[in-house]
């Protein structure tokens, strides 16, 4: 780690250029894009440079994302502050591509993050890899073209050392005419330097050729003239096949390919549910005894019931998945700057195409399996609007997380005690799911969204070893977006199902009165008798009387409040499919969030509480054997389960990922579109189960 | 009674009830439909131009 | 002769890009992969992996690794490898 600036050159020093108004360059806030070829190591040098603190924002009128991090530089009495923007990575200025345009308009000064002001940036930084010093020099190029007070960061720098490249700085300085500072933004080298020379950023002092032809042709003659080989070797073209050379064929070619795929996917996946198992479970435990601690603290009354029922219940059905969520995220962020999935995009472009899907689309996919929001949300690596498109309305159909208690639950029920065909029933529906989805994606790309398959071309990075600081910073940031979005939506959407599970309050059923009286007078004979061994348990007969009064009064309220109306009106919907009033709710009541199925089952058959837990033998028990209206048939036979079990895997019952949706794809009517898509698609599928069970006589 | 008109707690509950249910539908709605939320201007159609010369939009 | 053509393994300039779609000759362009440059194929077939050498002059310093689909490659037109005609084929 070198102190202060660096110096790469042959033993010259390179002075400052002088600086109108002082020698500390400037002050007050100063707004730099930072900006380069993807796979420059931008990312890092940003992480670097602003520490993990950063906003994410959007540029207006785009999906396209800014991030926006803060320097200080200088001392106490000239500091500048320096508002970081984070640019998508692009190949060049001027290609037709969103994110090329959006980079044109901030240099132009006619676009900025929200919340950030319009106006020419005061600096820029580009950023520069070392090794491969050609091809930036263009998109230096058409940068300095724009005459803003420029600085290049040359980051890779310890890369080409190893590589036996030295780089003659001052060469570039002078051919460029602006700052050339060499970094290493994994190593943490010239950090330092390259803010005080951001500071003092001057306007280039030649322009580089307007044709882009000569642009190439420059930016290589500058390239050669600047690059001098440590003793005096040029390192020729190795006949000898290095590392990469080896391993890329094999990661890319589908027989060898696929397996090693295969065998990661598993590996992460296995990795995420059993590490995010514990944080789970205390997080878990932490609402529950968050729960009960409100209701003991304040008084009884309306309000406690909202916020221990609604608010807490609301927000620990977000909390529990943040391990998975970041989990995820983190191992996909390690593996992406490996560059493995640079390799496995490519891998996947062959499975995908068929279905009019690219080879892009994959990591949204795989994200998907963790949750929807944040899958749909980096489907904007996607380079072709329509492709991306498809791939946003159908991401939902992989299996995510949430659906896993109700998988668990209905297994439970179809497999008592053979593990066995449950584990294979649980496979089945991830099938099940990502089949629905290549499909619908496929239909979708022959009808609303025809168009031509993208041919892809992607860079393969050098492969690294992975940043655990840029893991972290994307965990970071993309674990607190899914907070705030599923977090405030799940919330609302369960104080709202609260409100209507609450009114009207009804009068306790005639059963539970019955039995209230009952446990009151077992009370009384307790106290009088003389008995003692008695005592205990007439006492605790007592309780399991009133505990079962509870549980009659809250599934009698259930029943008659709001959405228990509202289940029983439109169960004739549903009754094609096998369910009755009570699954009707419970159908209902998990477009709030689908684990939420578990704690409406239990209620409304008033086998537990809010509380049920789908792992508690007891509660699976009595919700197994809970009866319909008849008093005979359970409300879970053969049939209907696997009709409830299909109908999960596909049906589209997540308000924040509709959300989302509309957000990304621009537009509420593909929110629509995916809900109606995917709710006919889960009722379809559903009722041939159903139906099919039932004409071969089981039901 | 079934509804507890009389009894203030109710009134907050249902108030922030319907917050929520705003917040739910703002996400999914296109703005402007539901009240306190912005129509967008009328949005205005601008050429693409890379250089000076203009490009097809795909 | 077309990119198919050639061996793993072998260096060539690349004469033109015969690809249709003017975005993606831009794009192409961009990465690196334009008349004049040499190429050196990894990996045939789909996909196809080249690496890109950069121009005559600049020795084997700059290199980056681009992956396409077998489509676009076979579009891709080169000549033999060093010491052959110049890099002026224009597009």
């Given at each position: 780690?070198?102190?202060?600036?660096?110096?790469?050159?042959?033993?010259?020093?390179?002075?400052?250029?002088?600086?109108?108004?002082?020698?500390?360059?400037?002050?007050?806030?100063?707004?730099?894009?930072?900006?380069?070829?993807?796979?420059?190591?931008?990312?890092?040098?940003?992480?670097?440079?602003?520490?993990?603190?950063?906003?994410?924002?959007?540029?207006?009128?785009?999906?396209?994302?800014?991030?926006?991090?803060?320097?200080?530089?200088?001392?106490?009495?000239?500091?500048?502050?320096?508002?970081?923007?984070?640019?998508?990575?692009?190949?060049?200025?001027?290609?037709?591509?969103?994110?090329?345009?959006?980079?044109?308009?901030?240099?132009?000064?006619?676009?900025?993050?929200?919340?950030?002001?319009?106006?020419?940036?005061?600096?820029?930084?580009?950023?520069?890899?070392?090794?491969?010093?050609?091809?930036?020099?263009?998109?230096?190029?058409?940068?300095?073209?724009?005459?803003?007070?420029?600085?290049?960061?040359?980051?890779?720098?310890?890369?080409?050392?190893?590589?036996?490249?030295?780089?003659?700085?001052?060469?570039?300085?002078?051919?460029?005419?602006?700052?050339?500072?060499?970094?290493?933004?994994?190593?943490?080298?010239?950090?330092?330097?390259?803010?005080?020379?951001?500071?003092?950023?001057?306007?280039?002092?030649?322009?580089?050729?307007?044709?882009?032809?000569?642009?190439?042709?420059?930016?290589?003659?500058?390239?050669?003239?600047?690059?001098?080989?440590?003793?005096?070797?040029?390192?020729?073209?190795?006949?000898?096949?290095?590392?990469?050379?080896?391993?890329?064929?094999?990661?890319?070619?589908?027989?060898?390919?696929?397996?090693?795929?295969?065998?990661?996917?598993?590996?992460?996946?296995?990795?995420?549910?059993?590490?995010a198992q514990f944080p789970m479970e205390w997080i878990d435990a932490f609402f529950g005894t968050a729960a009960d601690f409100v209701e003991r603290v304040l008084p009884e009354g309306i309000l406690r019931d909202l916020i221990a029922r609604g608010v807490v219940v609301g927000i620990g059905a977000t909390a529990v998945f943040v391990p998975q969520i970041c989990?995820?995220?983190?191992?996909?962020?390690?593996?992406?700057?490996?560059?493995?999935?640079?390799?496995?995009?490519?891998?996947?472009?062959?499975?995908?195409?068929?279905?009019?899907?690219?080879?892009?689309?994959?990591?949204?996919?795989?994200?998907?399996?963790?949750c929807?929001?944040?899958?749909?949300?980096?489907?904007?690596?996607?380079?072709?609007?329509?492709?991306?498109?498809?791939?946003?309305?159908?991401?939902?159909?992989?299996?995510?997380s949430a659906?896993l208690p109700?998988?668990?639950?209905?297994?439970?029920?179809?497999?008592?005690?053979?593990?066995?065909?449950?584990?294979?029933?649980?496979?089945?529906?991830?099938?099940?799911?990502?089949?629905?989805?290549?499909?619908?994606?496929?239909?979708?790309?022959?009808?609303?969204?025809?168009?031509?398959?993208?041919?892809?071309?992607?860079?393969?990075?050098?492969?690294?070893?992975?940043?655990?600081?840029?893991?972290?910073?994307?965990?970071?940031?993309?674990g607190w977006?899914f907070l705030k979005n599923a977090g405030t939506n799940i919330l609302a959407i369960c104080i709202v199902l609260w409100w209507l599970g609450s009114?009207?309050?009804?009068?306790?059923?005639?059963?539970?009165?019955?039995?209230?009286?009952?446990?009151?007078?077992?009370?009384?004979?307790?106290?009088?008798?003389?008995?003692?061994?008695?005592?205990?348990?007439?006492?605790?007969?007592?309780?399991?009387?009133?505990d079962?009064?509870n549980r009659?009064?809250a599934?009698?309220a259930k029943?008659?409040?709001?959405?228990?109306?509202?289940?029983?009106?439109?169960?004739?919907?549903?009754?094609?499919?096998?369910?009755?009033?009570?699954?009707?709710?419970?159908?209902?009541t998990s477009?709030a969030a689908r684990e939420v199925f578990v704690s409406t089952m239990a209620i409304?058959?008033?086998a537990g509480g809010d509380d049920a837990d789908v792992h508690d033998?007891?509660i699976?028990?009595?919700?197994?054997?809970?009866?319909?209206?008849?008093?005979?048939?359970?409300?879970?036979?053969?049939?209907?389960?696997?009709?409830?079990?299909?109908?999960?895997?596909?049906?589209?019952?997540?308000?924040p990922?509709?959300?989302?949706?509309?957000?990304?794809?621009?537009?509420?009517?593909?929110?629509?579109?995916?809900?109606?898509?995917?709710?006919?698609?889960?009722?379809?599928?559903?009722?041939?189960?159903?139906?099919?069970?039932?004409?071969?006589?089981?039901? | 009674?079934?509804?507890?008109?009389?009894?203030?707690q109710?009134?907050v509950a249902?108030?922030v009830a319907?917050l929520a249910?705003?917040l739910?539908?703002?996400?999914?709605?296109?703005?402007?439909?539901?009240?306190?939320?912005?129509?967008?201007?009328?949005?205005?159609?601008?050429?693409?131009?890379?250089?000076?010369?203009?490009?097809?939009?795909? | 002769?077309?990119?198919?053509?050639?061996?793993?393994?072998?260096?060539?300039?690349?004469?033109?890009?015969?690809?249709?779609?003017?975005?993606?000759?831009?794009?192409?362009?961009?990465?690196?992969?334009?008349?004049?440059?040499?190429?050196?194929?990894?990996?045939?077939?789909?996909?196809?992996?080249?690496?890109?050498?950069?121009?005559?002059?600049?020795?084997?310093?700059?290199?980056?690794?681009?992956?396409?689909?077998?489509?676009?490659?076979?579009?891709?037109?080169?000549?033999?490898?060093?010491?052959?005609?110049?890099?002026?084929?224009?597009?």
């Open positions: 780690m070198s102190e202060g600036p660096s110096l790469e050159t042959v033993g010259d020093v390179i002075a400052p250029p002088s600086e109108p108004g002082g020698g500390g360059g400037l002050t007050g806030v100063l707004h730099v894009p930072l900006l380069g070829n993807p796979n420059t190591g931008k990312t890092t040098l940003f992480n670097a440079l602003c520490g993990l603190r950063h906003k994410t924002s959007n540029f207006p009128g785009t999906t396209q994302e800014a991030r926006i991090g803060v320097v200080r530089i200088g001392s106490e009495s000239s500091e500048a502050e320096v508002h970081l923007v984070d640019l998508p990575g692009i190949y060049s200025l001027e290609l037709d591509l969103l994110e090329a345009r959006v980079c044109r308009d901030v240099l132009a000064g006619r676009l900025s993050p929200k919340g950030e002001p319009i106006g020419d940036p005061e600096a820029v930084c580009i950023v520069a890899d070392a090794t491969n010093l050609a091809r930036n020099l263009v998109f230096v190029g058409e940068v300095l073209r724009r005459r803003l007070p420029t600085v290049v960061a040359l980051n890779m720098i310890d890369l080409a050392r190893g590589q036996g490249r030295e780089i003659n700085l001052r060469t570039l300085e002078e051919q460029l005419g602006c700052r050339v500072v060499a970094v290493s933004a994994r190593k943490g080298e010239g950090l330092e330097a390259l803010s005080a020379a951001i500071r003092t950023a001057t306007v280039p002092t030649h322009t580089p050729p307007g044709d882009q032809t000569e642009l190439e042709h420059w930016a290589d003659r500058l390239a050669v003239r600047s690059m001098q080989p440590a003793g005096g070797n040029a390192p020729g073209i190795g006949t000898t096949l290095s590392l990469t050379d080896r391993l890329d064929p094999l990661l890319v070619s589908p027989w060898t390919g696929i397996p090693i795929f295969a065998a990661v996917m598993v590996a992460v996946f296995y990795a995420i549910f059993s590490i989990l995820l995220f983190f191992l996909i962020s390690l593996l992406e700057d490996t560059g493995y999935l640079a390799r496995a995009a490519l891998l996947m472009h062959r499975v995908l195409r068929p279905f009019g899907l690219p080879g892009h689309a994959f990591v949204p996919l795989l994200s998907s399996h963790a929807a929001l944040p899958g749909i949300m980096s489907t904007r690596v996607i380079p072709d609007r329509r492709e991306r498109l498809a791939t946003i309305l159908v991401a939902p159909f992989m299996t995510c659906r109700v998988y668990v639950l209905v297994t439970s029920l179809l497999f008592k005690g053979q593990p066995l065909y449950a584990g294979l029933a649980f496979v089945g529906c991830y099938m099940l799911g990502a089949i629905a989805g290549l499909f619908s994606a496929f239909i979708a790309r022959q009808t609303i969204l025809k168009g031509p398959a993208r041919p892809m071309v992607l860079e393969l990075p050098t492969y690294k070893v992975p940043s655990l600081r840029t893991a972290l910073a994307t965990t970071i940031d993309r977006v009114y009207p309050h009804v009068l306790p059923p005639e059963s539970a009165k019955l039995l209230r009286v009952q446990a009151t007078d077992l009370r009384a004979l307790a106290d009088t008798t003389t008995d003692t061994t008695k005592v205990e348990a007439q006492r605790a007969s007592a309780q399991k009387l009133e079962e009064a009659l009064t599934a009698d029943a008659r409040s709001f959405i228990g109306r509202m289940g029983k009106t439109v169960q004739p919907v549903f009754a094609p499919l096998g369910y009755d009033w009570q699954l009707t709710i419970g159908v209902l477009f409304v058959t008033s033998e007891g699976v028990q009595s919700i197994a054997t809970a009866p319909r209206d008849d008093g005979k048939t359970p409300i879970f036979t053969t049939a209907t389960c696997w009709s409830v079990l299909v109908f999960f895997v596909l049906a589209m019952q997540c308000l990922t509709l959300a989302v949706t509309a957000k990304e794809a621009g537009g509420a009517k593909w929110a629509l579109l995916q809900l109606v898509w995917m709710s006919g698609v889960a009722y379809a599928a559903a009722f041939i189960v159903f139906q099919s069970l039932r004409l071969a006589g089981i039901s | 009674m079934s509804i507890p008109w009389t009894d203030w109710f009134w249902t108030v319907l249910l705003w739910v539908l703002r996400n999914l709605l296109p703005p402007g439909w539901l009240p306190f939320t912005k129509r967008r201007g009328k949005e205005t159609k601008a050429s693409l131009t890379v250089g000076g010369k203009p490009v097809d939009r795909k | 002769m077309l990119l198919n053509a050639m061996k793993a393994g072998e260096v060539s300039h690349v004469a033109t890009l015969g690809v249709d779609d003017p975005g993606d000759a831009a794009l192409l362009r961009a990465m690196g992969l334009r008349p004049g440059i040499r190429v050196r194929v990894v990996r045939l077939g789909e996909p196809t992996i080249l690496e890109v050498l950069g121009a005559e002059a600049c020795g084997c310093a700059c290199a980056s690794r681009i992956g396409l689909t077998k489509a676009l490659a076979s579009r891709v037109r080169v000549a033999a490898a060093a010491g052959a005609a110049g890099p002026e084929t224009a597009r």
